[in-house]
Structure formats: structure tokens, C-alpha cells
């Protein structure tokens, strides 16, 4: 990469995407005027065509599935009002989690709760809706247990184990752990019906989370010799990726990336696969992954077991993006060799720097202006007084200069970016969500607040 030529990451456009930024500037702009910098626009259409091509992939590849969305992934009251339309489920991990998801329309026996050793109160929740909750120790077992007893009624449960790739995990149960577990809930029959197991995975290795679906498997097979006639489901977590640009964009930055292509020589010690698989791909290779006796989907077919998916970004890929209004232009390429174009907003609303890294797609301007044969190499800051408020630390090529008062598009934001980070910060208002969809028959974009 030259100095004055930055490597090209152009984000990928759904259709929906590529018509709202084509055909309807104006609408996005008046909505950022409206509404301020930044915004998210939320798209629940694209949500429910992400749904329809999950659950072909499934059946593709003759894995019986309930798929759970993981609400930790976005905060928006639309996709689960979509999840529930649907019949998808909720994954869970807090009470104002499970009351959202409840208020939305998805009943309790579709949403799973998880998260490492759950409060009270989210246990009394999950046990008077019938909730499926994944419990990572004896001692959350007990608890649990004597919430359902005090209830009178009868809790469901996964034993959340780890697995033998990542025994270090700090969550869910070791071997002996586990063991007891499963004797206690035989014990305990009466308030507690073991329905399978669990585990959780940092990564996105598709044959190590078909290996570790195949421990549980086993697992349920020992639960039923062992008292528990009911342990039928392995949930394999999520940990789908989500292809945001081109592979061979994303091969060619990853062999010519280097510090001296960030503001301040910035050095990320690792990047998300924004070039990787994409969703469907990635269940079908983990349940065709070979296991003894043929594939991780047939084996399940053979014992009876099902499997429960709980993806976050992989339902939200292309469901948003972000808008940010230009606040000030510094142009620094006489002597820096690049700009810091500032927006109104922070990087705490494009949350991949929380991993320590970078949101690597390049942001689009909005401007109708035309693009020109000079490349504006500029880094794009946050209007925060902290040294570190990068939205993005890469210097990127923008087609043409940029001037206060344009709009940027951070594309493919809905999964994790939008709010998993943001704060009040110097006062300022967390950021609007508006939804929209596309008209019938060419009728302009509908659009509401989200949550109205």
C-alpha cells in the first residue's frame, strides 16, 4: 500500500442496503438531521431473509435446529418483534434480557437464558415463563432448584460444559463437576428436567465446534443411561461468522497490513475474519464435520439428539448501518500525509474496538457529490476529548476530500457494533434507532423510532 493510496476495504451491500443509499439520500440525511449524529438505522427485513437462509442451511445439511437469537447483539426492539413473527426464540443472559424478549411476543418456552451464574432474579423469571436455562455450576444448579421447588413448578435445563479444546474456559463445568450435576438432577427429578448440554467456544473454528457438539452428544447418551430420559439437546452456542468484505480483499490486507497504516503507527494484535465464511457455510461444514460413525448431523439423527443455534451477528449481517455527520476536517497530508476527519459521536457506537482491534470495512460517504481521481487518505476520529477516540485508526482512501458537514456510512453495523459499548459520555444522548423498510411497489421507505 502506498502512502497515498490506502488499501480498499469495501464493505458488501445487501440489496436493501445498496436501494437506500442509492435512491434515498435524502431520507438518510434528513433522518440524521432529525435525529442526530450518530444513528443507527435498523433493518428487520434483512433480519428475517437472514432467518429464512439459517434455517435452509439446517435442513441442508439434516440438522434438526431451533435457533435462538442471541439478544446481547443488538438492543433493538424490532428483531426480536421480527424473532417472534418467525417463531425464533431469544437467547437470554440478563432479566431485562428475557423480560424484552418476553414483551416482544416470544414465549417463555422459546427463550434460553444464559450467562455464567445468574442472579435470582433471572432464575424465578426463567422458572415461572419455562424458560431452557443453561446453568454453569453445581452450585447455580442448587440455587436454581430451589427457585423451582419454592415455585412449585418444574425448571428445564442444560448442564453448560467445558469442552476438551478449551478446558481453561472460565465457564461451565469440568468433568467432575458435571458428573455431579447429573446426579443431582436424577436427584432432583421432580423440579429439575435435564434436557442436554451446552458449552461455550471463543473462536470461529468450525471443526472445533462440531468436535465439541460431539462431546455433548456423548453426554447425552451418558444423562439417559443415568436417570435423564429427557437429555435430547446439544447447544452449539453461536460463533457464526459473518463475511463483511470480499476474500480476496481480505487476503491481500491481511498480507500488506501493517502499523504504519494507522494513525499514530497504531498495532492491532488481531482482526475479526471480515473475509471469512459466511453463516450458511459455516453450519454446514460444522454439521457435515466427519464424526465416528459419519457426519455430526447424522449421528444426532441416529440418537435422537437436537440441536439448539443461538446466533447474534450472524442474524443481524447487513440488517443496519450507521450514519455520522462530519464535524471538522483537519487536514494534515501536506504534513502527516493524511487527514483526521471528525464526527459528531464516538467510537463507543462501533464497538470492535472493545476487543482491542479495529472496524476494518470502509466507511462510504453519503454526499451525491461526484467522485474524483484524487484519494483523500484520512483516519476518522470521535468528537470526545480522549486521545484514543478513533471510530477507525485505518487510514482509508475516500474517493474524493471530505468536508465538515458531509455524512459517513459505517455499513453492516446491526451485529454488536451499534450498542454493545455505548455511554453517555460528556452528557450526550445515546444514539437514536430508526427502523425502516422498504415501500411496496417503488412507495418511498417507511421509518419509525425503534421501540415505538
Not at 49 to 67: H, K, M, P, Q
Not at 168 to 180: C, H, L
Not at 300 to 319: N, Y
Request: with cysteine; glycine share 8%.
Amino acid at each position: 500500500m502506498s502512502a497515498d493510496r490506502p488499501l480498499s476495504l469495501t464493505a458488501l451491500r445487501h440489496p436493501t442496503v445498496a436501494t437506500l443509499l442509492d435512491d434515498h439520500q435524502a431520507l438518510l440525511a434528513d433522518l440524521l438531521d432529525g435525529l442526530g449524529s450518530p444513528l443507527h438505522v435498523v433493518l428487520p427485513e434483512v433480519f428475517e431473509e437472514n432467518v429464512a437462509t439459517l434455517r435452509r442451511a439446517c435442513a441442508e445439511a439434516g440438522a434438526d435446529a431451533d435457533i435462538l437469537f442471541a439478544k446481547k447483539a443488538n438492543k433493538a426492539d424490532c428483531y426480536v418483534r421480527s424473532a417472534a413473527a418467525l417463531g425464533v426464540g431469544v437467547d437470554a443472559a440478563s432479566a431485562p434480557e428475557l423480560v424484552k424478549a418476553l414483551a416482544g411476543g416470544v414465549p417463555g418456552h422459546r427463550i434460553g437464558i444464559s450467562g455464567p451464574e445468574k442472579d435470582d432474579t433471572l432464575h424465578a423469571l426463567a422458572v415461572r415463563h419455562g424458560c431452557l436455562v443453561a446453568v454453569d455450576s453445581v452450585s447455580e444448579l442448587r440455587r436454581l432448584a430451589a427457585a423451582a421447588r419454592l415455585a412449585g413448578q418444574r425448571v428445564t435445563v442444560l448442564l453448560r460444559s467445558r469442552t476438551d479444546s478449551q478446558p481453561g474456559s472460565r465457564f461451565g463445568m469440568a468433568a467432575a463437576e458435571r458428573d455431579t450435576a447429573v446426579s443431582l438432577c436424577a436427584e432432583h427429578a421432580g423440579h429439575v428436567n435435564l434436557r442436554g448440554f451446552s458449552f461455550h467456544l471463543t473462536g470461529y473454528s468450525t471443526a472445533e465446534r462440531a468436535m465439541a457438539a460431539d462431546e455433548m452428544i456423548d453426554l447425552c447418551l451418558d444423562a439417559r443411561r443415568r436417570g435423564s430420559p429427557s437429555a435430547e439437546l446439544v447447544d452449539i452456542g453461536g460463533g457464526l461468522p459473518v463475511r463483511y468484505v470480499d476474500p480476496l480483499l481480505w487476503e491481500e490486507f491481511v498480507e500488506r497490513n501493517e502499523p504504519a497504516h494507522y494513525h499514530g503507527a497504531k498495532n492491532f494484535d488481531d482482526f475479526y475474519p471480515y473475509g471469512g465464511q459466511s453463516a450458511a457455510e459455516a453450519v454446514r461444514a460444522i454439521m457435515g464435520h466427519p464424526v465416528a460413525g459419519g457426519s455430526l448431523s447424522a449421528k444426532a439423527a441416529r440418537h435422537g439428539v437436537r440441536f439448539v443455534i443461538e446466533p447474534g451477528r450472524a442474524l443481524l449481517d447487513q440488517a443496519g448501518f450507521t450514519l455520522f455527520r462530519v464535524q471538522q476536517v483537519d487536514d494534515r497530508r501536506d504534513t502527516d500525509g493524511y487527514a483526521i476527519v471528525t464526527v459528531a459521536g464516538s467510537s463507543f457506537s462501533l464497538s470492535e474496538q472493545w476487543f482491542n482491534s479495529d472496524y476494518l470495512p470502509d466507511p462510504v460517504p453519503l454526499s451525491a457529490r461526484s467522485v474524483t481521481d484524487e484519494v483523500f487518505p484520512a483516519c476518522v476520529a470521535g468528537s470526545t476529548c480522549l486521545e484514543s477516540d478513533l471510530v477507525t485508526w485505518r487510514k482509508i482512501g475516500f474517493p474524493r476530500p471530505v468536508r465538515r458537514g458531509d455524512q459517513l456510512v459505517y455499513l453492516n453495523t446491526a451485529g454488536y457494533q451499534m450498542d454493545s459499548n455505548e455511554s453517555p459520555f460528556h452528557d450526550a444522548a445515546l444514539p437514536a434507532k430508526a427502523v425502516l423498510r422498504l415501500g411496496d411497489g417503488g412507495a418511498p421507505p417507511r421509518w419509525q423510532l425503534d421501540g415505538i
